[in-house]
């Protein structure tokens, strides 16, 4: 058994040394210019980013440039709208932040329709990825679906009559104005959904900082309308109100968020191209040899052949020398010999109960050997 094995080990490592195998690098595998995105030539995602998707840096410039001239009217008209609200003039409620039915409010339910429309592009986009195996793409339609109701909500506000039916409901409600139930049913649901959004976007590093950004900014805002934060703002901005602090974070939100999604979409885009290089997975590092588990070191076993060493009591010594004489009594095994018979070497076998027994090949040889004599 083991000279056949040995053999079989001998013809692999000669098949080896003929034909070697050619190992394949990691660095094949996570080359830059392999592409994650296999996209049909009839896509209308891929279309529509195409068309979309901003392609310089001075446009993204001017369209942030655009939405901080927009918010900064707002706020404006919210300040003028106060005025007129003070003076009893009809039409001022429609110039505040916070209002239902809102100029702001109907601004803030635009953007957020076209970030849902964005959002729904990008599910387009994701779920021709071919390394997406989970199947993460559907975050992004569960993303334009949680963006409709925002809509909905900024043209409404149907968070606060939701907020006080469940107040009606339960007789609970810590904060004023019943803003526990909103934020505290809206705000972990749209933070989850966030982050997850974020984590399929890190291959936009600018897409994720400024994504990261408008979700404190909306989180903020949320915080400062359910009047939480009012003494530490009043330290911090002493000459903004909190009632155009919050209701401006609402606002601003929803504008970084698009800039976000149009960032992404412009990296996805720049990849189906071939001018930008997917990102590269790293290697996990080797383990440290100081870190490396070794297997505990077994102490060598003491044979019955070596001496006690002194200082030993008188039951081991005792112990020790009748070990030694029954290793003296025992028969000692003879190794295993291979031969071809030439030398008389009589085989032993375990299941032979008559040692010395001949073979029927021997004997035969004995019959032809004795005739020949006899002849």
């Not at 706020?75 to 409620?93: E, F, N």
């Not at 703002?233 to 149009?262: E, K, R, T, Y």
């Not at 081991?316 to 009748?322: F, L, M, V």
Request: glycine share 10%; aromatic share 6%; charged share 20%.
């Amino acid at each position: 058994m083991t000279s056949a094995r040995d053999g079989r080990r001998r013809r692999l490592l000669q098949d080896g040394s003929v034909n070697p195998v050619t190992p394949v690098s990691s660095a094949e595998d996570q080359s830059p210019s392999r592409a994650r995105y296999a996209f049909r030539d009839d896509s209308v995602s891929l279309a529509i980013a195409t068309g979309v998707a901003p392609r310089a840096w001075s446009l993204l410039a001017g369209l942030s440039l655009g939405a901080a001239i927009t918010l900064a009217g707002l706020v404006a008209i919210d300040a003028y709208g106060l005025a007129v609200s003070a003076a009893g003039i009809p039409g001022g409620r429609l110039m505040m932040l916070d209002g239902v039915g809102s100029i702001a409010g109907w601004v803030t339910s635009v953007v957020w329709m076209v970030i849902a429309a964005t959002a729904l592009m990008l599910f387009g986009l994701r779920r021709q990825r071919m390394d997406d195996v989970s199947g993460a793409y559907r975050w992004w339609l569960i993303g334009a679906c949680a963006a409709l109701i925002l809509s909905f909500n900024a043209a409404t506000h149907a968070h606060r009559f939701l907020a006080g039916w469940f107040a009606d409901t339960s007789g609970f409600s810590p904060l004023a104005a019943n803003a526990f139930w909103w934020l505290a049913l809206g705000g972990p649901v749209l933070g989850l959904l966030g982050l997850r959004l974020l984590a399929d976007s890190r291959a936009s590093r600018a897409g994720v900082a400024v994504g990261g950004v408008a979700w404190a900014i909306l989180a903020l805002g949320w915080i400062t309308e359910a009047g939480l934060i009012d003494r530490a703002l009043a330290g911090v901005l002493p000459g903004v109100p909190s009632a155009i602090f919050g209701p401006a974070c609402v606002v601003a939100g929803p504008m970084l968020v698009l800039l976000a999604l149009l960032l992404v979409s412009r990296q996805i885009v720049a990849e189906a191209e071939g001018k930008a290089a997917p990102p590269v997975k790293r290697a996990k590092p080797a383990e440290s040899p100081r870190l490396a588990v070794t297997a505990p070191v077994e102490p060598e076993a003491k044979t019955p052949s070596e001496e006690p060493a002194p200082g030993e009591s008188q039951r081991k010594k005792e112990r020790h020398a009748s070990r030694t004489a029954v290793q003296a009594t025992e028969p000692v095994a003879k190794p295993t010999v291979w031969t071809d018979g030439a030398d008389n070497y009589a085989d032993q076998y375990e299941d032979d109960e008559r040692p010395g027994r001949m073979s029927k090949a021997e004997r035969k040889r004995l019959r032809k050997l004795k005739a020949r004599d006899a002849a």
